[in-house]
């Protein structure tokens, strides 16, 4: 069994700060590209970054300049640094991992629980 688990999220003030973790746990053999979305209230979910196992990083246009994705490879964990942040980031942040569990050929996107992000103008 593989499962995410984040932390992070919260209330901050426009142009504050925070930092997302989602880590990933269970039976893997290996993880591939991880990175996260969000979901704005009455928005569909988005794309805001990811990243490969070789750490090659691709952002939303949106986020650019003010995000920072990385990775622990050995924790086999994703973080999400967010600076600058907008009122219009506010919403529930979802990471999710493409992982090759043990004893299986299939490398399915797992997801986490998702985090609520609230930027207060």
């Known amino acids: 069994q593989v499962q995410l688990v984040e932390s992070g999220g919260g209330l901050v003030q426009a142009g504050g700060s925070l930092r997302l973790s989602c880590a990933a746990s269970?039976?893997?053999?290996?993880?591939?590209?991880m990175g996260w979305y969000r979901q704005g209230p009455g928005k569909q979910r988005e794309l805001v970054a990811t990243i490969t196992s070789g750490g090659s990083t691709n952002y939303a246009d949106s986020v650019k300049g003010r995000f920072t994705i990385s990775r622990d490879n050995a924790k086999n964990t994703v973080y999400l640094q967010m600076n600058s942040l907008k009122p219009e980031d506010t919403g529930v942040y979802y990471c999710?991992?493409?992982?090759?569990?043990?004893?299986?050929?299939?490398?399915?996107?797992?997801w986490g629980q998702g985090t609520q992000v609230t930027v207060s103008s």
């Open positions: 999710y991992a493409n992982i090759l569990p043990l004893l299986t050929t299939l490398s399915p996107n797992y």
């Open positions: 269970g039976s893997i053999f290996s993880v591939n590209a």
